[in-house]
């Protein structure tokens, strides 16, 4: 990020409390059970952009400094977000996850959700020696993200609108874990509580954005780019946001909308198919709005780091906040 490389002294800050986080969580997901260790590490070792641990240590370092305790609560927060792609992976089918195997193509659906599970239970284990305020957030978060996920699977009551549907499920799957980085960071480095909420008003909307982003780029990307098939959640007809952008289009009586409507509504069992069908919403302007709705969250995102003070970490968030969008995997 160009804003930490232009404070080398804060930049050092930042990169070694990553590297700190690194080696823990490795510690984290260790065992001496030979199936739990190459299982647990699975996903682990094949990478992640980090996102949350990043966000936690630029909260603390905006709240008043990086401590052991923010430190801890990144660990927290990424082993959460770890143990949900598992579970994730199998409720979705999908075959592969940052480039790899997805853990349910290697071990079967049980191995899956039982590690999942395991590393919930590290990240539990962790926050709990942290405060008991550690732990409320924590909770609030994961019932949060388990709400949205179900939100999700039963759809949107009749009379709702579908995308507002969407946005309400992301705010609890996604948004609440981010949100969550936030209130860690700030609360654990001593910040008021107005900073408190500033931040975590930040990280829900930031994570809104960021899932946005990662829809459309599921379509517009390669697996190689994404180190996941594209389309998978077109086969599993899992709404997400180019769909339902399509979906007004076409709607509104937009004829090549319904055309493309037609192919992503289909069969696509067959790869070819599938890949027919990517291809043709990749192409349509729905992705064009997709990116408009990925974009203003981007910007609520931006506009609620208003009362914070400047600073390097704040600059480093509203950089992070226009990287959102502006990226390819």
């Known amino acids: ?117 395991l590393i919930f239970a590290r990240a539990s284990a962790l926050v709990a020696t942290l405060s008991q305020r550690a732990y409320q957030i924590q909770a609030n978060a994961f019932e949060r993200l388990v709400t949205g996920q179900l939100q999700e699977t039963s759809g949107p009551p009749e009379g709702t609108d579908a995308l507002e549907h969407y946005i309400q499920v992301l705010a609890g799957k996604t948004g609440s874990l981010i949100a969550a980085c936030g209130v860690y960071g700030s609360t654990l480095a001593g910040a008021t509580p107005e900073v408190i909420e500033v931040l975590e008003n930040y990280g829900e909307k930031i994570g809104v954005a960021f899932q946005l982003a990662d829809d459309v780029i599921d379509i517009t990307s390669t697996a190689a780019q994404t180190g996941k098939t594209p389309g998978t959640d077109l086969r599993e007809g899992v709404p997400t946001l180019p769909v339902l952008v399509l979906r007004r289009m076409a709607a509104g009586g937009d004829t090549s909308a319904q055309e493309v409507l037609a192919l992503v509504d289909g069969d696509l069992t067959a790869d070819e198919d599938l890949a027919r069908a990517v291809e043709a919403l990749a192409g349509h302007p729905a992705i064009d709005g997709a990116w408009e709705v990925a974009e203003s969250w981007v910007n609520h995102a931006e506009a609620a780091l208003a009362p914070l003070p400047e600073s390097t970490a704040k600059r480093a968030l509203q950089s992070f906040a226009r990287g959102m969008v502006h990226r390819s995997a």
């Open 1 to 117: 990020m160009e804003v930490i490389a232009a404070d080398p002294e804060f930049g050092a800050q930042v990169l070694a409390a990553l590297d700190r986080i690194e080696t823990r969580l490795a510690e984290e997901v260790r065992s001496s059970d030979p199936l739990i260790e190459v299982t647990a590490s699975h996903l682990l070792k094949a990478g992640g952009k980090r996102v949350r641990p990043l966000l936690t240590v630029l909260a603390g370092a905006i709240g008043g400094g990086i401590n052991d305790d923010v430190i801890d609560a990144a660990v927290v927060v990424e082993l959460t977000h770890l143990a949900s792609l598992y579970h994730d992976d199998v409720m979705d089918s999908a075959p592969v996850r940052r480039g790899v195997d997805a853990a349910h193509t290697v071990w079967g659906n049980n191995v899956a959700i039982l590690t999942g599970d």
